[in-house]
């Protein structure tokens, strides 16, 4: 069965120093992987996704996040956090098989200090 | 401007009633979803639909009801029977149908609690 796991439930980082948001996937298959950020009461957006192209993906916002085969791994990084960062993100993967079906992960919430 | 309007952004309930909400997208999508979300919780898919006059069950959908008359439209109904109903419930819509790029467009969500 295809699952995601967000090791960090909570990362706080300060203003102008890199954020990593770590993510970790189970699928049979060769996986697709999103990251999508979620503002206060707001609607989820689409930050990046890996579709079995090159493994370094990058996304909006100068974010970027690289898939690693061997440690099944998609973690989220950005090289200087700004405020506006400050969110929650979702790690997904896409189900293969009969039907496509998104898996989200728990969710990271970040927290950018000034 | 194309998007998903979400209708009511909060709304409260007593417990036995049923209450409706509203999901319109003008991006021409084929496909529409809903899900629920809960703290500490990763999205939960309720129902969703491909194509007009068709819907399908989703990992949670017990105590939940949708229609799609419309293709702009996927209103889901609470019901008395979901006994947990207190959520933030996000409607999204994607190109075509079986996810095939994964990228989903959100409502901005409504909040429902439970009195």
């Known amino acids: 069965a295809q699952s995601v796991t967000q090791l960090d439930s909570h990362v706080s980082v300060s203003e102008g120093t890199p954020v990593l948001l770590r993510c970790n996937y189970s699928s049979s298959y060769s996986p697709s992987l999103f990251w999508y950020v979620q503002h206060p009461n707001k609607g989820l957006q689409l930050l990046l996704k890996y579709t079995s192209a090159a493994t370094l993906v990058k996304g909006i916002n100068g974010f970027e996040a690289e898939f690693k085969k061997s440690e099944t791994s998609f973690h989220l990084t950005k090289p200087s956090a700004h405020m506006s960062d400050a969110a929650e993100y979702f790690c997904?993967?896409?189900?293969?098989?009969?039907?496509?079906?998104?898996?989200f992960g728990a969710g990271t919430r970040l927290a950018v200090h000034p | 401007d194309g998007g998903i309007t979400q209708s009511p952004k909060y709304l409260f309930r007593k417990e036995g009633q049923n209450v409706t909400l509203s999901c319109e997208q003008n991006l021409n999508h084929d496909a529409m979803y809903w899900y629920r979300q809960d703290p500490g919780q990763g999205l939960r898919l309720i129902y969703y639909s491909q194509i007009v006059n068709d819907f399908q069950k989703g990992d949670i959908a017990e105590g939940y009801s949708v229609s799609r008359e419309k293709k702009e439209s996927f209103p889901l109904t609470v019901t008395s029977a979901q006994k947990n109903p207190t959520a933030f419930y996000l409607c999204?819509?994607?190109?075509?149908?079986?996810?095939?790029?994964?990228?989903?467009?959100f409502g901005e969500g409504s909040r429902l609690t439970v009195l």
């Open positions: 999204a819509s994607s190109i075509g149908d079986r996810l095939a790029t994964g990228e989903l467009f």
């Open positions: 997904v993967v896409r189900t293969s098989g009969g039907y496509n079906k998104l898996i």
